[in-house]
């Protein structure tokens, strides 16, 4: 018996190989990474804020803000700040026991995209 469990050895329990990549997977892992980007673009832009009170660092931003890398990091964060929440306000009703079949889980994900395209297209249109 030893030897068969040395011979074979496999995860103790399911692991991700295993699995096939479903919607509600994707959509989760891209939530908890937006987050992180949110959180990140959130101390960089404070910390920018700081510089240009306290020293002569705005006119070196406003000479970034003309560069064509940095205007799209900028679109970039705002897009993932716009998915952040869509997929938040999927989460926070799922908080409340709602919407946990697989069919309205698949629907709801593809509705989160989509709105946050809507809102992210609102939010560059009103700039």
């Known amino acids: 018996m030893n030897k068969f469990n040395n011979s074979h050895t496999r995860p103790i329990s399911p692991h ?3 699995y096939r990549m479903q919607m509600s997977m994707i959509l989760s892992i891209l939530h908890r990474l937006s987050g992180m980007a949110v959180f990140g673009g959130a101390s960089i832009i404070t910390w920018w804020l700081i510089l240009c ?10 000479n970034i803000f003309y560069n064509l890398w940095f205007q799209a ?51 560059i249109n009103n700039f």
């Open 16 to 18: 991700i190989t295993i």
């Open 73 to 123: 990091l900028i679109y970039l964060t705002i897009f993932t700040t716009c998915f952040h929440l869509c997929t938040g306000i999927r989460h926070l009703i799922w908080d409340t026991g709602y919407g946990f079949s697989i069919k309205y889980i698949n629907i709801s994900g593809w509705i989160a995209v989509a709105l946050s395209i809507i809102v992210f297209y609102m939010c």
């Open 53 to 62: 009170v306290y020293s002569d660092f705005d006119r070196v931003v406003v």
